[in-house]
């Protein structure tokens, strides 16, 4: 046995040890146990890491320690590896497996859950290399899925916590007794481009796939005229007077002189 003092850090001699041991043995149960008791504090770190995602905190330690204690019963000492490299993973995809089964509020599709989880970390990643936000053409990108993928996941995401109706409301003119209910039925000033949209989308729909990511560009993924013609390898302005025509066109096509659409 081991006389140093053992933490998760540097368990692999223990795990040495317990490979030489008879499985049935109770040398092999008490060893077992030991380094166990060692490499507990670990699930402690793991569990802080997604601590203030509206779980508890004792769900997420417990969840950690199932991990910890399945990466002690899984890990091979002859592969070479630390146990921490392999500990660590284990247990940080428990937590998230729990994220993913528990505590959804709302019913979400599974798919929609695991791409949840790719698409914040593609998001984090894709930001610090690009120095702004993706959008979600390249989120589908980077990731391999259809766009619309992006987009149920994105709208899936606000299933992940939910308030009640009573909670009281925020910024209320100093009324605390305003809830969230009470909020609601105030005219939305987005009505009219919300009536824009539906009279515009069957013209949408006839345009040249061209000119549909055209205005993709423009107005979904907000690309400048800048980046749009260096994408297509044009001028500027010609990028200019294509928006033009087909603004107008559209407007033409309308009821309504004034659809909220700028070049």
Same mark, same amino acid.
């Given at each position: 046995?081991? +006389?140093?003092?053992?933490?998760?850090?540097?368990?692999?001699?223990?795990?040495?040890?317990?490979? =030489?041991?008879?499985?049935?043995s109770p040398e092999?149960?008490?060893?077992?146990?030991?380094?166990?008791?060692?490499?507990?504090?670990?699930?402690g770190?793991?569990?802080r890491?997604?601590?203030g995602?509206?779980?508890?905190?004792?769900?997420?330690l417990? /969840?950690?320690?199932?991990?910890?204690?399945?990466?002690v019963?899984?890990?091979?000492v002859?592969t070479?590896?630390?146990?921490?490299?392999?500990?660590?993973?284990?247990?940080?995809?428990?937590?998230?497996?729990?994220?993913?089964?528990?505590?959804w509020p709302?019913h979400?599709?599974?798919?929609?859950?695991? =791409?949840?989880?790719?698409?914040?970390?593609? @998001?984090?990643?894709?930001?610090?290399? =690009?120095?702004?936000?993706p959008?979600?053409?390249?989120?589908? +990108?980077?990731?391999?899925?259809?766009?619309?993928?992006?987009?149920?996941?994105?709208v899936?995401?606000?299933?992940?916590?939910?308030?009640?109706?009573? @909670?009281?409301?925020?910024?209320?003119?100093?009324?605390p007794?305003m809830?969230?209910?009470? @909020?609601?039925?105030?005219?939305?000033p987005?009505?009219?481009?919300?009536?824009?949209?539906?009279?515009?989308?069957?013209?949408?729909?006839?345009?040249?796939?061209?000119?549909?990511?055209l205005?993709?560009?423009?107005?979904?993924?907000?690309?400048?005229?800048?980046?749009?013609?260096?994408?297509?390898?044009?001028?500027q302005?010609?990028?200019?007077?294509?928006?033009?025509?087909?603004?107008g066109?559209?407007?033409?096509?309308t009821?309504?002189?004034?659809?909220?659409? /700028?070049?």
């Amino acid at each position: 046995m081991p +006389t140093t003092a053992a933490t998760y850090e540097n368990a692999e001699p223990l795990f040495v040890h317990l490979a =030489l041991t008879d499985p049935r043995s109770p040398e092999h149960a008490a060893l077992r146990d030991q380094i166990i008791e060692i490499c507990l504090p670990l699930a402690g770190n793991i569990a802080r890491k997604y601590a203030g995602r509206g779980e508890v905190f004792d769900d997420l330690l417990q /969840t950690a320690r199932l991990g910890v204690v399945m990466a002690v019963d899984r890990y091979d000492v002859r592969t070479g590896s630390p146990f921490l490299g392999f500990a660590v993973p284990t247990a940080m995809g428990e937590v998230r497996r729990h994220f993913r089964d528990h505590i959804w509020p709302l019913h979400v599709p599974r798919r929609e859950k695991e =791409l949840q989880g790719k698409v914040r970390a593609t @998001t984090d990643e894709l930001t610090r290399r =690009l120095h702004r936000s993706p959008t979600a053409q390249e989120l589908a +990108t980077e990731l391999d899925v259809p766009v619309t993928d992006i987009a149920r996941t994105l709208v899936a995401a606000n299933a992940f916590q939910t308030r009640s109706l009573d @909670t009281p409301a925020r910024e209320t003119d100093g009324d605390p007794s305003m809830t969230i209910a009470d @909020t609601f039925g105030d005219e939305d000033p987005r009505f009219q481009m919300a009536e824009d949209t539906i009279t515009v989308a069957p013209l949408l729909a006839q345009l040249s796939p061209e000119d549909q990511q055209l205005l993709i560009w423009r107005f979904y993924d907000t690309l400048t005229q800048g980046e749009i013609a260096e994408r297509l390898g044009v001028s500027q302005m010609s990028v200019s007077r294509k928006l033009t025509r087909l603004l107008g066109e559209l407007r033409a096509q309308t009821t309504d002189d004034h659809l909220a659409l /700028t070049v």
